[in-house]
Structure formats: structure tokens, C-alpha cells
């Protein structure tokens, strides 16, 4: 028999996280700071607003682009908190997750042999989803000492002639960086000379801490039409299991990625659809809510890390912390073997994110502060073991 | 910062001085001297556990009596209120819109000690013109807490 697998899938490396999930998973009585979603339920208006649509029958495809009052109100949305102005007849797709806007705008965007800058450490499927679209993923690492910000010079650093797409992860699983509007504006002018266009992953918006909210990159002058905005319902209004997204961007493009979507997906899932009509309308206090609880959390581990000499610069987004584990003189992937072996604490690898992410884990802080406190007090007695030279 | 602390505080009373400077950024020294100063202002009034007494040993009832008075001259509603919230069996009294006047929360060990509360010292008040007692048979949710509810983390144990 022929081998029938495609062989481009399988030279895909599994992801790092992957691989310490596998250990992790069988050890009992961890105490995790390692997942990616929300600790909070999706509010009870939102659920219950589920409920009703599937008493009501609602049991039936969508148009293929999504409910057009969904549309409606993802317009209506991102108009008032981020001055982004799309028509939803033709400009906004309702996707699976934001997840399937990023493999589906990928797609419909790349040819063979096209590069795609990917700034990193970042979430894990921009690149294995580049390479199965035919593209090229080129890493743009970022550094702590610009507080992993995306530089003009990173980005003139690594482009050539084939480069296409820029991803644009922020605010930015898994180091919590932001880019404020004057870091747009540094990098804007470049983009639109190089002729770029821009993916930007926005799927935590809405989760941003200190006095400035989220700007997105298309709302600056000349980039909404080199610009595939993705956003989700996930983050925002906790969210996950609905798998529920959306992608903004130019007509054109729109209308290409929801032909590929309704042959690969027809539509999202209309229960999800509805509540998510609720959501936009009316948990804007629920959502606060949480941000205020998240960014109490954050605020907290920062301090517990600084109280064991762990520098971490200052997380302005997401529910992610990054800080940096190198003067313990263990690689990212030893130093959480070892904490999580010797102390049952699981936090995230650095390298799971890219290789620029050597010398960091993360932590998240989608947990109770009470979580948080037993793991770190944990964390800080292992690292005052490492600088004793235990576990070496 | 003072209604900042008080949201925290809202929700856990216990929650140290020191947790409260780390979540709300702030020195504390500053958080102690702000609650010191709500105590004093009688902002905060006192501290409160939230206690189900279904799984202890102890009876506890619960009643929530719906009382019309009349309203005296001069003193509205107040005067009675007074006469009624100095018993120690009273828990809360509010004065209330609607149908009736005062919503006057009592608690004890019987349903008959409670009701018999209501019958010998309450409705023979002066003003008091009727009494309508309410017992409280099942605590679902109090104070924002979803009582008898254990929730288990589900998600798994390290995504990206």
C-alpha cells in the first residue's frame, strides 16, 4: 500500500505544549497555572440566552457567513469600542473560534512560496497553519527589552521580496504585551511601503489592564484595507466551548474566505450564534467584571514574583505572565520539568511559544487568587532550592 | 480606592491587608488607614460570615415577616421601626415600597419560637396593623454565594 498521509502534516512537529501536557497529565494532585482559557463561566444571561434558542427550535444551519443579526451586532461592537467601521453584509465572517479565521484567512491568502512574518513567542498555530497553506513561516523573535513589542527594525529585519503576510498577535499570548497606539504608529508607515498585510489575532481585545484600552492596527489610517482583523467570543466573554470567532477585513477577501468556509464548515454553530447576539448586547458589565478580577490577579503575581527575585516585565494584556527564568541556569523546558517533578506546579515552557521564548515560562492567571498563592508559594520555595544548587 | 477596597472586601472580608495591596497596586499602610477611616465613617459597619447553618448541628429558622404599620406624625416610620429593631431576635429591618411597610428578618431556633415572637411581641405593637410571616424553607443563594454548589475544574490541565 502507498503511503497515504500527507507528508507536509507530518513533518509538523507536535507542539511543545503538547509534549509537556503528556507529562503533566500523569502526575496527579498538579496544580496547574497552565491553561489558556478562562477560569470564568460564560455568564448565566449569555448561557441562558443558548438555552432559549435551542427551546426555540433553532436547530438549523445559518447563512453560511453567519446569522446576519449577529453580523449586525459584531458591526455595531467593534464600532463603539474600537472605531472600526465594517459592513456585515460583506465584510465580516462568522467563523469557528478565532481559530478558524486565522487557518481560513491564511489560506485564502497565500500562495505557494509566500512568506509570513510571525512574531514570537506567540500562540502556537500560526505557523503549522501557514505551512499547510502552502506558505513559508518566518519567526520574528521579539525581545523582553522592548517588552516584546513588534519593532520597525524586527520587521525590516526579516522580510524579503516574498514576504506577504504579517501576523500581528497582540495583545499577545503568551507574554501579556500590548501595542499601544504610538507603537502602531511606529510600525504602520513601514507595513504600507513593504506593501504587507497584516493578520491581527486580536482575540483578547477586550482583556487589556492600565489606563489605555486596546487600539486595533485597522483602525489606523490606511490599514483597514491591508488588514484581516480576527476576534472571538472566547476570551472576551469566557467563551471557549461555544467555539465561536469572527474575521473582519476587505470584501474581497471576505467573500473568498466564506466560500471556503461553507465548503469546509457550512456555519458555526447556530446555538452559539445566538448567544452570542446576547453577549455583544448586553454582558458589557460582566465582562469589567472579570478584567477587574483578572487584572487583581495580575497585579498579585507580579508582586509574588518580584518578592522571589523572578523579573518579569509588566503584562499589559491577556491573563499571561512571561517572566524570565534565566539565572537559574536551566533551559525554559528543565527549569518546569524540575518544578513541576519536585513541586507539582505545572507552568508553560517559554520554547512551547517559539524559540525566542528560551529563558521564560508563562503563567497564567486564569485561576483563583487562593490557586495562585499555593502555586507560587510553591514555585518560590523551588526556586530558593535552585539557587542553593538543588536539582541541579 | 475606597470603593475599590469595598468591592474586594464585599466579596471576602477575611482577604489580608497585604493581598489587598497587591491586587489593588497600592502600599499597606495606605490600605489599613483606608479601611481604619471607613470603619470610623461606619462605611464599613462590621464584618459578617456567611454561615449555612443547614450543615451544622444547630436549628436555625429563618423568617421573613411583612409588617403595615401606620406612620406617626412627625416621626414617619422610624419610631415604630426602632421599637421593633431593638429586639434581639430581629436581624434586619428595612423599610420597604410596596404593598406593605417593613420587611423585619428574624431569626431563631423554631419555626413556633419564631412565630410566636411575631404573635406576642410584634403584632400587638402599637401602629402595627397587620403581620404576615414568612418562613424561609431552602437558602439557594445569599449574598452573591451559590450555596451547595462545589465546582470542579474541568479544563485541561495545560493548553496553549
Known sequence: MRKYINSKLEGLAPSGIRRFFDIASEMEHVISLGVGEPDFDTPWKIREAGIYSIEQGRTIYTANAGLKSLREEISRYVRRKYDLTYDPQKEILVTVGGSEAIDVGLRSILEPGD??????PCFVCYAPCTV????VPVPVPLSEKNEFKLTAEDIQAHVTDKTKVLIFPFPNNPTGAVMDRQDLEKVRQLIIDLDLFVISDEIYSELTYGTERHVSIA????MQERTLVINGFSKTFSMTGWRLGYAMGPADLIKQMTKMHQYAIMCAPTLSQYAAIEALRNADQEVEDMRTEYDHRRRLVLKLLKEMDVPCFEPKGAFYVFPNISRFGLTSEEFCQKLLYSKHVAVVPGTAFGDSGEGFVRISYAYSMQQLKEALSL???FTEELARGQHV | MREEILRVMDRNARISVTDLAAILDASEDEISSEITKMEREKIIYGYHTMIDWDRTNDDHVLALIEVRVTPQRDQGFDAVAERIYRFEE??????????FDLMVVVEGKTMKEVALFVARRLAVLDYVLSTSTNFVLKKYKENGMVLAEEKKDERIIVSA
Do not use: D, H, Q
Open chain 1, 115 to 120: 512568506e509570513v512574518l510571525i512574531p514570537e
Open chain 1, 132 to 135: 499547510l497553506a502552502g506558505g
Open chain 1, 219 to 222: 483602525s489606523l489610517p490606511g
Open chain 1, 379 to 381: 514555585m518560590r520555595a
Open chain 2, 90 to 99: 430581629v436581624s434586619s429591618v428595612y423599610l420597604m415600597s410596596g404593598a
